[in-house]
């Protein structure tokens, strides 16, 4: 990865859960390119017949 990036491999069977707090305190861009970029790994692990591998749990603080 370049510099700032990390790289992570899971199983297929596996996925990863990231839990965000306060989405709705960013700037409308930055949440959409978020959501977007998690519906982008999403969908090519569903192309690629697995399951969806980053959930998301949503929570205020």
Partial sequence: PEDGMTSVN???????LLEVSNINHLSDDL?????????EVNNRS??????A???????KS
């Avoid at 949440?31 to 519906?39: E, M, N, V």
């Fill in 31 to 39: 949440r959409h390119d978020f959501l977007l970029s998690i519906q």
């Fill in 10 to 16: 899971i199983k297929q069977d596996e996925y990863i």
């Fill in 53 to 59: 591998s980053i959930l998301l749990l949503l929570c």
């Fill in 46 to 51: 569903i192309l690629f017949g697995e399951k």
